[in-house]
């Protein structure tokens, strides 16, 4: 759940991510993640975290998230979880 926060990220990691390191937030580092107003850069800018980051256009502030795992399809999906609509 991420209510009415005005900076957060969102998202799922590798068994094998060194969680007391700094994180990159990238596929290629086992972390897929979604955010909004990370570091103070792209103000009110929804995005993926990909290399590079992807900006996401929604049509409505999503409050709770979903998140759909495929482990052995290898990919991930975050969706709106009050109206089921995919963010990426």
Do not use: H
Not at 8 to 15: D, F, I, M, N, S
């Amino acid at each position: 759940e991420v209510g009415d926060g005005d900076s957060w990220v969102l998202g799922a990691a590798r068994e094998s991510v060194r969680r007391k390191e700094k994180i990159d937030f990238a596929p290629e580092e086992g972390i897929w993640a979604v955010g909004l107003n990370w570091k103070g850069k792209n103000w009110d800018q929804y995005q993926a975290f990909t290399s590079p980051e992807t900006p996401l256009s929604l049509c409505e502030r999503p409050r709770k998230i979903g998140i759909y795992l495929d482990y052995e399809g290898g990919w991930v999906a975050f969706y709106n979880a009050d109206t089921m609509a995919p963010i990426f």
